[in-house]
Nanobody, 125 residues
Framework: QLHLVESGGGLVRPGGSLKLTCTAP????????IGWFRQVPGKERERLVC????????DYADSALGRFTISRDNTENMAWLQLNSLSLADTAVYYC??????????????????WGQGTQVTVSS
């Protein structure tokens, strides 16, 4: 089954940083637009940012703009989400998602057709 794999989550103090990684054991990530989302129990999945397949276009949600940075290296078949200036409100499970397309990203989670299992980010003092 095609899927993505996230890593890099963990426990961090307020104001700290983490770098999340998204890899693809079974597919060529360079063919996919990649998005990052997060979710806390009882709430809807929140879109953070998306980058198109060639890495030339990004679309950030207001909650991520200025603190989070998406990047990718198609030769390494990897994408990353750098999280800076983390606060307690950033505690969530973070997911990467993909859609095989050359087009610009959609903001809807339903647009993505392959997901990872998520990685927990906990911000606590």
């Amino acid at each position: 089954q095609l899927h993505l794999v996230e890593s890099g989550g963990g426990l961090v103090r307020p104001g700290g940083s983490l770098k999340l990684t998204c890899t693809a054991p079974d597919l060529a990530l360079g063919d996919y637009a990649i998005g990052w989302f997060r979710q806390v129990p009882g709430k809807e999945r929140e879109r953070l940012v998306c980058i198109n397949a060639r890495g030339r276009s990004t679309d950030y949600a207001d909650s991520a703009l200025g603190r989070f940075t998406i990047s990718r290296d198609n030769t390494e078949n990897m994408a990353w989400l750098q999280l800076n200036s983390l606060s307690l409100a950033d505690t969530a499970v973070y997911y990467c998602a993909g859609r095989k397309t050359d087009s610009y990203c959609s903001r809807s989670p339903q647009w993505f057709d392959v997901w990872g299992q998520g990685t927990q980010v906990t911000v606590s003092s």
